[in-house]
């Protein structure tokens, strides 16, 4: 029951404008998340540091790619405040073991909600 009632409150954020979302796009997060899944994410503040801890999925900008919008997962800080992000999936995606460590304003925010859909009906 906490579950269901977790998912409505995501949801009802998200109706009000309080949760961003998202469409995973690549299978750089597989087996975590699949593509065509759907997430909702909470934005970060810019006037706050981002309540963001290691292991939670973050979305952020591409680092070379600046309009591209991409889901990882946070490894952690850097003594620099830059921030470590990885593929759950390597061998299908870019991370910080190719760029190194991201720019903090490169965090759009931090994801919520996994709206999973039936395993086997991901093509």
Same mark, same amino acid.
């Given at each position: 029951? +906490?579950?269901? #009632?977790?998912?409505? &409150?995501?949801?009802? #954020? @998200? *109706? @009000? %404008? =309080?949760?961003?979302? &998202?469409? /995973?796009? %690549?299978r750089s997060m597989e087996p975590t998340l699949y593509p065509n899944e759907y997430l909702l994410a909470v934005k =970060?503040?810019?006037?706050?540091?981002?309540?963001? *801890? *290691? %292991?939670?999925? /973050?979305?952020? &900008? !591409?680092?070379?790619?600046?309009?591209?919008?991409?889901?990882?997962?946070? +490894?952690? @800080?850097?003594?620099?405040?830059?921030?470590? #992000? *990885? $593929?759950?999936?390597?061998? !299908?995606?870019?991370?910080?073991? !190719?760029w190194g460590p991201v720019e903090c304003d490169l965090l759009f925010?931090?994801?919520?909600?996994?709206?999973?859909?039936?395993?086997? $009906? &991901?093509?």
């Amino acid at each position: 029951m +906490k579950t269901m #009632l977790r998912i409505a &409150y995501e949801l009802l #954020l @998200w *109706a @009000w %404008g =309080r949760r961003f979302r &998202y469409r /995973v796009a %690549g299978r750089s997060m597989e087996p975590t998340l699949y593509p065509n899944e759907y997430l909702l994410a909470v934005k =970060r503040s810019t006037r706050n540091p981002p309540d963001i *801890a *290691a %292991g939670d999925l /973050v979305l952020c &900008y !591409h680092p070379i790619e600046s309009e591209t919008l991409i889901v990882k997962r946070f +490894k952690g @800080w850097t003594p620099q405040g830059r921030v470590l #992000l *990885a $593929s759950d999936n390597p061998d !299908h995606g870019t991370d910080s073991r !190719h760029w190194g460590p991201v720019e903090c304003d490169l965090l759009f925010g931090r994801v919520t909600l996994v709206l999973n859909r039936p395993r086997g $009906s &991901y093509r």
